[in-house]
C-alpha cells in the first residue's frame, strides 16, 4: 500500500484551489466493515424549560405538517440531583418592601430568563411575566446580570444582561410584568464589544456603566456611561472626559447616586487604581474626585442611600468607610472590621440601607447600616455559597448566588431578618421536564436517541424511530456528579460509542460505549480523557469510521480530539502545525462535531483571531482535517460578505462530499445568518454555500445531516426562530421549505437538532419553546423517490 502523504501545516483558505492533499484509498475491505447510514451531528439545543410531554410533528409529501402532543415519548429515568436543570440567580433590587430577583433557568435544553417578585420584603416570591414588546415569549440564552429600581411613579425597574452579539435591556412599570426591549433599540447604545457592570436610578433616570474594547478582548478597555430616562431609550457616552491619568485601561464598575450628583468609579490598570468622577448636571459634565486613603490596588466600591453617599475601601484585615452628603465632601464614617475578613464582595444599596457582603474564613457575612456611620450584623450565608448580589428590603436582607451545598447547581437564595436571623423564603419550581435529545445514530435496524433527563446523561432506542424506550442504565455508566448530558454518537464495527460532558470542576469528558445500544459502559476512565491541570476538557462530537472512532472537543482554550481503533484504548489527537489545536485566550479553538469517510476524518468548529479586521478579535469559520483521526490540520475558511464572524457547529459526509454549516454575526452585532461551505473532494477544496430565507429574516443553522439522497440542513428563522429546512441532492444548490404547524412554526422557539433515516423515512428530533415551558418534539417525513426534486431528502 502507498504510504500515507503528509499532512501540510495550517492553512489560510482563500479560493477553491487551496485547502488539503487526496490521501491514498485503504485495502477495499477494510473501508466495507462499517458504514453509517446517517449521524446527527452533535448539537446543542437552546430552547429551554420543558413541559414534560413530547410533541410529534409529521408532514407527507407537500401536506401541511400536522403535530400531535405524544406524552412520555422520551421517557426519562428517576430524577437526578439536578433535576436537569440548574436555576441561576444573578441579581435583587428592592424599593421598599417589593423586591425582583433575576437570573434564569439553565437546563439541559438550554436558558430561560426568570424574574421574581416579593411584595413581602423576600419572604414569598412569584415568577413574573417575561414578554417581547410584541406580546411573545422571548428568545432563548438571554442573561439578566444587572438590575435597578427607581422609585414609586418613576421610571419603574430596569435589568441588563447579556446574548450572544450584545446587550439585552429588560423594563418593567412594577416589577411583575418584564418586556424585552428590542435589539434594535438597544443596540442604538450598547455595542457588540460593550461590558455592563452596573446600573443604578440616579434621580432622574437610570445610569448605567461598563467598558467597551475595540480589539474585543478587553486589553484596550475603555469606560463607557449610558444614560436613560425610562429605561428603553438609551445614550451613549463612550469615554466622555473619563480617562485613566496615566494611561492604561479603565473600565467603570460602580455608579451610585444621591441628591443631584451622580458619581462613577472607575478601575485603571495603572496607579492610581481608583479614580473617581462626579457629575451634577445628569452626566453632561464630569469632574474628577478623590476619596480618602490609597490604594495599593483596585479596592474601592461605592453605594448612596437617600441622603448618604458611601465609599468602601479594603484596607488589609478590614474595611474603611468614607460618607458624602454630595459626593465632593467626604468624611472618614466606620470600620467594617468582623471576624477572619478576607475582602468585600458586594455593596448596595436602597433608599433605606446599605448592605455589604464580606468572604471571610468562615463563609460570607452580612453587614448593614442607615448612616455609614454605624455598621450591624445582618446574617451570613451557607458556607462555601457564592454571592452574587445583596439588597436591602424593607426590614430585611435577600442575598442571591449560587448554592455551594448543591454541588454548584443550585440557586442561593437567602432573606435574613433584621436580627440577622433566617427568613424562610422559596421561589416557584420549574416547569420543565429537564429533558432533551441531541444526537441520533441508526445501524443494524436500531435507532439510538442521546441527550439528557432529569440531570444524567440519557438514552432511548427505537425499532423505527415512532416509538422509543429509554435505556435502564445498570451499570451506573450515564450518572455521576453534577449534569451529565451526551450530545453526540456513532455506531461503528467495535459497537456505538456516544459522547457529551460530566460535571465537576475541572469539567471533564463524558465517553460511553455499547456492543448494541442498550447496556451501556463509561470509557473516560482512560488517561487520555484526565485533564491536565485546571483546564477543562470537553467532548463535543464523536463519529465512526473504517479506522476508528474519533471524539472532537475543547482543551481549556484549544481543540482537542481522541482516536481509538476498538473502543478499548484511547490516544489523544496531535497537530500537524504548531497552532493548529493549541489555542491561547486570544487564540482559542474549538471543535464542534466531526464526520468521516474514504476521506479520513473532517472535524469542524472554529477559532478567534485577533488580527482579523484591523485588530477586532473575532470568531472563524474552521475544519480540520485528519487521514487516519490521529494527526489534524487546520483550514480557515473565508468570512462570507457582509458577515462580521461566524464558526461551524455542524458537518456531515456522503461519499467524497461534505457539509458543514452555522451561524454568522451580521450588521452591528444584532443580526444572524445561516451560512456554510461544500467540498466535493473529500475536503481537499472548499466553496460557500448559499442557503436562503426572505430578505431581512434572520437565519442560524441547528444541524446538518446525509441522507441517502443527499443532503439536509435544519435551522431558524425569525426570532423567536421557527423551523426551516434546505436540502440539497449534490451539496451544492439549495432549496428552503418552512414545515408549519406546532412544534414547527408559532409562538415561542422551534428548532431541530438532528436527524436520522429509517425505513424509507426522514426523522429529526428537536424542540419548541414557549413563555410557558418546552418540549422536545420528532418530525418525520418520507424520503422521495431519487427521481423526484432531483433526488433531495
Known sequence: MPAMPSLPPTTELTDPDVGYPATDPMAPDRRKRFRSLLIGGASVAFAVLVAGGVLVASRQGDEPAAAKLAGNLFAAGPAGSADGRQLELNGVAAAGATVVVAGGEDADSGYRTEFFLSKDAGRTFARAQVRTAKGEPPVAGEVPRHLAAGPAGSGGWVALGDRVGGTVVWTSPDGAAWTRQPDATASLAFGPRDRVADVEWTGDGFTAVGQTSDKGDFTDAAPVVWLSRDGRSWERRAGWRLHPPTGGTLALTHVASVKDAIVVRGESSTKPYDITWRSTDAGETWQAFAVPGTSRKPELAFAATATTMLAVRQDGSHATTYVSPDGVRWTTAAKIDVPGFRRLLRLTATAQAAVAAVETDSGVRLVRTTDGRSWQPAGTTAEGAEVRDAMAAADNTVVVGADAAHGGTGALLAVRDK???????????????????????????????????????????????????????????????????????????????????????????????????????????????????????????????????????????????????????????????????????????????????????????????????????????????????????????????????????????????????????????????????????????????????????????????????????????????????????????????????????????????????????????????????????????????????????
Not at 482543551?555 to 497537530?575: M, N, V
Request: proline letters at 8%.
Open 419 to 793: 436580627a440577622g436571623k433566617d427568613v424562610p423564603t422559596g421561589i416557584p419550581g420549574t416547569t420543565g421536564s429537564g429533558k432533551v435529545v441531541d444526537a441520533l445514530g441508526t445501524a443494524d435496524g436500531r435507532v439510538v436517541a442521546v441527550g439528557g433527563a432529569s440531570g444524567e446523561a440519557a438514552v432511548w432506542t427505537s425499532p423505527d424511530g415512532a416509538t422509543w424506550q429509554h435505556v435502564q442504565d445498570k451499570d451506573k455508566a450515564l450518572a455521576g456528579q453534577g449534569r451529565q448530558r451526551l450530545t453526540g454518537i456513532a455506531p461503528g464495527f467495535a459497537g456505538w460509542l456516544a459522547v457529551g460532558t460530566s460535571g465537576g470542576t475541572p469539567g471533564r469528558p463524558l465517553v460511553v460505549t455499547s456492543a448494541d445500544g442498550e447496556s451501556w459502559r463509561r470509557a473516560d476512565g482512560a488517561p487520555a480523557f484526565q485533564a491536565a491541570g485546571t483546564n477543562p476538557l470537553t467532548a463535543r462530537g464523536t463519529a465512526a469510521g473504517p479506522d476508528g472512532y474519533v471524539i472532537v472537543g475543547e482543551d481549556g482554550f484549544g481543540a482537542a480530539t481522541w482516536w481509538s481503533p476498538d473502543l478499548k484504548t484511547w490516544e489523544r489527537g496531535i497537530p500537524a502545525g504548531e497552532d493548529n489545536l493549541i489555542g491561547t485566550q486570544a487564540t482559542r479553538r474549538w471543535m464542534n462535531s466531526v464526520t468521516s469517510g474514504m476521506f479520513g476524518f473532517v472535524a469542524a468548529g472554529g477559532v478567534t483571531d485577533p488580527n482579523a479586521y484591523g485588530g477586532v478579535f473575532v470568531r472563524r469559520p474552521t475544519v480540520w482535517l485528519s487521514p487516519d483521526g490521529r494527526k489534524w490540520s487546520l483550514v480557515r475558511l473565508p468570512i462570507p460578505a457582509g458577515v462580521n464572524e461566524g464558526w461551524l457547529p455542524h458537518i456531515a459526509s456522503h461519499d467524497d462530499v461534505l457539509v458543514t454549516a452555522g451561524t454568522a454575526v451580521t450588521g452591528n452585532g444584532t443580526g444572524t445568518a445561516a451560512f456554510g461551505y461544500a467540498s466535493l473532494d473529500g475536503g481537499r477544496s472548499w466553496q460557500p454555500i448559499t442557503l436562503p430565507v426572505v430578505a431581512g429574516e434572520q437565519s442560524s443553522v441547528t444541524a446538518v445531516a446525509a441522507t441517502p439522497r443527499g443532503f439536509v440542513v435544519a435551522g431558524t428563522v425569525g426570532r423567536p426562530g421557527d423551523v426551516v429546512i434546505w436540502t440539497s441532492a449534490d451539496g451544492r444548490s439549495w432549496k428552503p421549505e418552512q414545515p408549519r404547524g406546532t412544534g414547527m412554526s408559532g409562538p415561542g422557539d422551534q428548532r431541530l437538532s438532528a436527524f436520522t433515516t429509517v425505513d424509507g423515512e426522514l426523522v429529526g428530533v428537536g424542540s419548541t419553546a414557549t413563555g410557558h415551558g418546552d418540549e422536545p418534539t420528532v418530525w418525520r417525513r418520507p424520503l422521495p423517490a431519487p427521481s423526484e426534486e432531483g433526488g433531495a431528502p
